[in-house]
């Protein structure tokens, strides 16, 4: 919790106890500060609707294409389907074409020792698999962002224990957000968590803010830091540990630049939500 001689979470520079203080609800400064000192878009009441919509139905693609994921179908099918689902829903898919070189699908597809970023690709998926699939949608220009594991057939204690460890990570993490709440605590969770199961947390990738951009300020890190920045209501921003069943080293690959995999070919896990800091506490934006 922010203390007397923090810094105030409205980004004025001056200690909490000669701004804010002790009302967190006086935050009509914070839009300006919050962009000023750290490049971070608090929403307006509009662009907070259009991003829960365009939230209702990334949750509704990811939904389908995790049912969809059975054993011997391929995940460029997966991304074939998810073509469908966008254009049915009418909403574009951040990744086709996002970074540099551009990202070549519309979804990541992200198996067994996979971090993120994978690409669909003709492999097909088999007993003792464990699939990230992440979807990231554009509605009227608001972007939603969210990602799942699904277990395929039979598979390792080792993996069931990685993907369990990241969904944990992800929910407990969510639990402790409301304004105030700095956002470097948001990973003292997550270590504590990932300690506990002997797993490891990526650090090499990390959260972030999400709505009008893709890719916003602030970044989320998911393993220990320092970052004092307090949540305000109206942030919108993702959280999405990888979890390590090993290290938590991970190399992209050389050929297609995206594809991160742990150094050490353990398994990896990832959940994702969007979610929005609220007056009291938080909404998960990425439920069905
Ligand atoms: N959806 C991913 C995230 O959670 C980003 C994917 S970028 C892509 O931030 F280009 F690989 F799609
Ligand atoms: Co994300
Ligand atoms: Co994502």
């Known amino acids: 919790m922010i203390s007397r001689n923090d810094p105030c979470w409205c980004g004025s520079n001056k200690k909490f106890k000669k701004c804010h203080y002790p009302q967190l609800k006086n935050n009509s400064e914070a839009p300006k500060n919050y962009l000023k000192s750290y ?46 689902l966008h254009k049915k829903y009418d ?17 990541c597809t992200s198996l067994n020792d996979v971090v993120c970023h994978g690409i669909p690709d003709k ?41 369990a460890t990241s969904y944990q990570c ?11 709440i700095k956002i470097f ?11 506990e199961k002997d797993c490891s947390v990526v650090n090499q990738f990390v959260g972030h803010g999400v709505g009008i951009g893709f890719h916003e300020p602030p970044q989320i890190p ?13 942030m919108t921003f993702t959280i999405e540990p990888m979890i390590n069943a ?25 959940f994702e939500h969007t979610i929005l800091i609220t007056e009291n506490s938080h909404e998960i934006l990425t439920l069905l």
């Not at 998911?222 to 305000?232: A, G, K, R, T």
């Open 39 to 84: 490049g971070i878009i608090i929403k307006n009441k509009k662009q907070v609707e259009g991003i829960k919509r365009a939230c209702k139905i990334a949750a509704k693609i990811l939904d389908k294409l995790c049912k969809a994921a059975k054993t011997g179908v391929t995940t460029l099918e997966l991304d074939n389907l998810a073509n469908d």
């Open 123 to 163: 492999t097909k998926l088999k007993d003792g698999d464990i699939l990230n699939i992440d979807v990231t949608c554009i509605l009227d220009g608001y972007y939603g962002d969210t990602s799942r594991m699904v277990i395929i057939g039979e598979v390792s204690e080792e993996k069931k224990k990685v993907v």
């Open 185 to 195: 605590e948001i990973a003292n969770v997550i270590e504590k968590i990932a300690k």
């Open 222 to 234: 998911h393993s220990y830091n320092d970052i004092q920045i307090p949540l305000v209501p109206a």
């Open 246 to 270: 090993g290290l938590r080293e991970c190399a992209v690959d050389p050929e297609d630049k995206w594809t991160a995999k742990t150094i050490d070919s353990e398994p990896s896990a990832q």
């Open 170 to 180: 992800l929910m407990e993490s969510i639990k402790i957000l409301k304004p105030g």
């Open 91 to 107: 909403v574009i898919p951040a990744p086709l074409n996002y970074g540099s070189p551009p990202f070549p699908k519309s979804i």
